[in-house]
């Protein structure tokens, strides 16, 4: 028959729940630098998701008024989701002289270098104008 015996008392030492609260913690430093990175993507995805919005709206109504644009480069700004933003379109000729490209541009505030939004669509000379 074996008996049993423990030869130590039970319970962890002080540098063993030392070790085990320093690995804990880096784990919730962890945890919370993924957190604030998924709220900062977040609020730069709305942001760019507004930046588009803004962007089709302007070439869906040159494209509703029927606007035959003048070459060159037009700047604006307009409003989606309670932030303004501002917008440049670059009107170029295509090789067939009843379209036009027209590029617009979407920024968060004047003079920024970064588009929030690109898009690219082409405008219809109007039948019968004969621009």
Not at 14 to 39: K, N, P
């Amino acid at each position: 028959m074996a008996i049993w015996r423990r030869t130590s008392d039970t319970g962890f030492t002080l540098v063993e729940v030392l070790v085990a609260l320093a690995i804990i913690s880096f784990a919730l430093l962890a945890a919370l630098r993924a957190a604030s990175q998924g709220t900062t993507s977040a609020g730069e995805l709305r942001s760019r998701l507004l930046a588009r919005w803004v962007a089709e709206d302007v070439l869906a109504l040159r494209r509703a008024r029927g606007d035959w644009m003048p070459l060159g480069i037009h700047r604006g700004a307009g409003r989606q989701g309670g932030v303004e933003f501002v917008w440049r379109e670059d009107v170029t000729p295509t090789a067939n002289p009843a379209f036009r490209r027209v590029d617009i541009l979407v920024f968060a505030e004047p003079g920024e270098t970064r588009p929030l939004a690109r898009l690219t669509g082409f405008l219809v000379l109007p039948p019968g104008t004969g621009r």
